[in-house]
């Protein structure tokens, strides 16, 4: 056991956040905490690492482990770039390799006992930075950099230029690289385009250590936790398996204890009637009887009222009027910002009833297409026109649609001013916005309560063609499954742009991936799109070298699509290209293996001449020792350039 919490308790006033909160972590163990807003995930977390103290209740971390945290606003040194700044992390390896270079130009000049103390100072030096993996933290320091997103162009650039969203992956990456025994990580896939989530998720799943996650990123978590810490009303259970187990395993819980709770109240309403009617009877004996019984009914420890899922927020999509059945027509659209290409020559069609999800790296231009379609942004090229009474809904990532200085009740009264008072509390209740929350200024409200502004001003307009940017953006899990339910309830079009592939699986029925300036199209949901992604990305191979593409299945001609070509010739093309490319990647899996075998041979070489230098017999003999610390730097120096061509074939 690496963790141990034991009855931790905090309470800000007369809100009790943490009510003796118990569990522990195991080594290597990958658990998550998962909650409502609000419900002190993050208050935990703190109390964990010491930056908040419990009101009750002991943290223990094991002895000798080390702990580590990301929060969202972890401090860097802005001066240093992306690269020294997780170089930094990697200092004491730095001095160590820094030290062995001084020793080895010593040792050229060096005899007798001089030269006997630095090759034992060598040794040990050597065996440190083996130890810490040193001959492989340059590649490793790199690989991170390229996983959370970062171009080599980037490496370069200072802390201070970038975004708030970079330098919380540039913490992130220096957290993983210092690999402490336990991480702690507070909303990871914040600021990760899905690329950059999947690499995150491999990499934890082959952590050494421990981890414990606060995420409302439902995939992610089914990837990574093997265990679901659930707070819910101040209260913790654990739940063994990922969240998908965990959701079954809550819903039987809780329609468990929605059965007792039921059955109890409906006993103690039958009592309640018996004494009643008892006592009405007006006799000695049936008083008596009555007194017996409340007494009873007085022992009953009376069970609390489980709190039900989805049940706070009310969302229900409508359409105004029935669309024509083309909703969206899309012909060569395109745009560019300076050089900068996002998008060229893309056709697609949207019918009505489909929910399309578009998805792709960030910065590839997902929200300037839903900008261009709602007419905040021009096109350079191309065209789009939207079908018969078509009408839409927009939903703003950034909210730019609610306005700052704005109450939540002005909000809602001055664009739909028809509604009565009594009609905005409502609404503006069903968002869980009540009594003097309808006052509160929009300036003032967090990301998670504007989202909720935005959806209940979404319900309001009735349209027939949502058009929605990372709508689930801020939203806690109980409240992305409400969206979700009223997505698939909804009789109207959508189309959407997000990088939550739990909420993709659940609402697309077809997804448009944002690709080398264009869109791929793939009729299915997110679990689709992973099965068949492989055999797109082969496809636009092809076609880019020159094949002739096949026609697209569910989109017009422009815009690429998973539909696969019919003609014999295509066929033979695809068999040929097929060929090539296995051809070409078993000769560089024969070229990594026997790189690895290189690799392996030199790394014993380099401990069989280690374990000479240290043998006594040896220590006495200056010439051999030189001889050996000679062979020992040129192999150390064929190891250098194996570990280059290793990464450069496994890349």
């Not at 039987?252 to 008892?278: C, F, G, M, P, S």
């Not at 018969?388 to 739909?416: A, M, P, R, W």
């Not at 409400?482 to 997000?498: K, Q």
């Not at 001449?609 to 030189?626: G, H, R, W, Y």
Request: net charge negative; proline share 2%.
């Amino acid at each position: 056991m690496i963790l141990s919490c034991q009855n931790i308790s905090k309470a800000f006033g007369e809100n009790t956040v943490l009510q003796n909160v118990s569990f522990h972590i195991e080594d290597h163990e990958k658990a998550a905490i998962v909650g409502i807003n609000g419900a002190g995930k993050t208050t935990l977390l703190r109390i964990i690492v010491g930056e908040m103290s419990a009101d009750d209740g002991i943290v223990t971390l094991s002895k000798g482990k080390t702990l580590g945290y990301l929060a969202q606003n972890d401090a860097l040194n802005t001066a240093n770039t992306v690269y020294a700044e997780l170089l930094s992390v990697k200092q004491k390896l730095i001095d160590i390799e820094r030290r062995m270079r001084e020793c080895e130009e010593r040792m050229k000049q060096a005899e007798g006992s001089v030269l006997e103390e630095l090759m034992r100072q060598y040794t040990s030096l050597n065996h440190a930075f083996e130890m810490g993996d040193g001959y492989a933290y340059k590649s490793e320091l790199v690989g991170v950099l390229k996983g959370l997103g970062f171009e080599e162009a980037d490496f370069d650039k200072p802390v201070s230029t970038l975004s708030g969203g970079q330098k919380t992956r540039v913490a992130l990456g220096k957290l993983l690289l210092k690999s402490p025994d336990l991480i702690l990580l507070d909303e990871p896939t914040n600021h990760l385009d899905m690329g950059s989530i999947a690499w995150l998720e491999t990499y934890l799943l082959n952590y050494k250590g421990a981890v414990l996650i606060v995420s409302h990123d439902r995939f992610f978590l089914d990837r990574i936790a093997t265990k679901i810490l659930e707070i819910d009303q101040s209260r913790a259970t654990s739940f063994q398996g990922n969240y998908s187990d965990y959701a079954v395993k809550k819903e039987q819980l809780r329609t468990a204890a929605r059965n007792a709770y039921l059955n109890q109240q409906r006993d103690i309403r039958h009592q309640e009637e018996v004494i009643e009617k008892l006592k009405s009877f007006n006799r000695e004996k049936s008083v008596k009887r009555a007194e017996s019984r409340e007494k009873m009914l007085d022992k009953i420890e009376v069970l609390q009222k489980p709190s039900e899922a989805k049940s706070d927020m009310r969302l229900k999509l409508t359409p105004c009027v029935t669309s024509g059945n083309d909703v969206l027509t899309v012909e060569g659209l395109g745009k560019s910002f300076g050089d900068n290409v996002l998008f060229r020559n893309v056709n697609f069609e949207i019918k009505r009833g489909e929910h399309v999800a578009v998805i792709g790296d960030n910065g590839t231009g997902k929200t300037t297409l839903l900008k261009i379609l709602n007419r905040l942004l021009a096109p350079d090229e191309g065209t789009f026109r939207l079908g018969t009474n078509v009408e839409i809904g927009y939903y703003d990532q950034e909210h730019h649609v609610l306005h700052s200085e704005k109450t939540l009740f002005e909000e809602i009264s001055d664009d739909y001013p028809y509604l009565t008072n009594t009609q905005i509390r409502s609404t503006l209740a069903a968002f869980l916005f009540t009594g003097e929350d309808v006052f509160k200024q929009i300036k003032d409200l967090s990301g998670g309560e504007r989202g909720r502004v935005s959806l209940a001003k979404l319900m309001l307009g009735n349209a027939n063609f949502l058009i929605l940017d990372e709508p689930t953006n801020h939203l806690d899990i109980q409240s992305k499954e409400i969206l979700e339910d009223a997505l698939n309830a909804y009789e109207g079009t959508v189309l959407y742009v997000s990088h939550d592939r739990y909420f993709i699986n659940k609402t697309a029925h077809r997804i448009l991936e944002l690709t080398a300036c264009q869109f791929v199209n793939y009729i299915g949901n997110y679990d689709y799109y992973l099965e068949k992604r492989e055999i797109q990305t082969a496809a636009l191979a092809s076609a880019s070298s020159g094949q002739k593409e096949a026609p697209p299945d569910a989109l017009p001609e422009g815009t690429k699509s998973l539909a696969p070509s019919s003609p014999d010739s295509d066929g033979k093309l695809d068999w040929k290209a097929h060929k090539e490319e296995q051809a070409k990647l078993r000769k560089r899996e024969n070229d990594l293996k026997k790189c690895e075998e290189q690799i392996a041979s030199l790394e014993e070489r380099l401990k069989e001449i280690d374990a000479e230098m240290s043998d006594p017999s040896v220590s006495t003999q200056a010439t051999k020792l030189q001889e050996l610390a000679l062979e020992h730097e040129s192999v150390r120096q064929k190891l250098e350039a194996l570990y280059e061509q290793w990464e450069n074939l496994a890349e």
